[in-house]
């Protein structure tokens, strides 16, 4: 069992910065892959960023490409997510979520656990 609880979201201007946490229990946190979703109201959960167990493969959304930053530290049980450049289409709730093996993936369904998720706001 992995418990996941997100932080670090908030309001902030369009071409500001945020950077969220997700911290997670358990001692295997190592043996998953990690990714981040977001959902804004009406709309389905999309997908943002993936990381492998070890943080050597990421794999971006083309709508937050060379402005997010996907990292792990697996000593602290923690996944982070910079987001540099934000506009106000960013504005959702983001969603940490952890699948077991290496790979990441894009579809939310192929994910084992999730957090309770940190709302993020981009005012124009």
């Known amino acids: 069992q992995v418990q996941l609880v997100e932080s670090g979201g908030g309001l902030v201007q369009a071409g500001g910065s945020l950077r969220l946490s997700c911290a997670a229990s358990?001692?295997?946190?190592?043996?998953?892959?990690m990714g981040w979703f977001r959902q804004a109201p009406g709309k389905e959960r999309e997908f943002v960023a993936g990381?492998?167990?070890?943080?050597?493969?990421?794999l971006y959304a083309d709508s937050v490409k060379g402005r997010f930053t996907i990292s792990r530290d697996n000593a602290k049980n923690t996944v982070y997510l910079s987001m540099n450049s934000l506009k106000p289409e960013d504005t959702a709730g983001y969603y940490c979520?952890?699948?077991?093996?290496?790979?990441?993936?894009?579809?939310?369904?192929?994910?084992?656990?999730w957090g309770q998720g940190t709302q993020v706001t981009v005012s124009s």
């Open positions: 358990g001692r295997t946190f190592s043996s998953y892959a």
């Open positions: 990381i492998t167990w070890s943080g050597a493969s990421t």
């Open positions: 979520a952890a699948r077991r093996g290496n790979f990441y993936s894009t579809l939310p369904s192929l994910y084992d656990y």
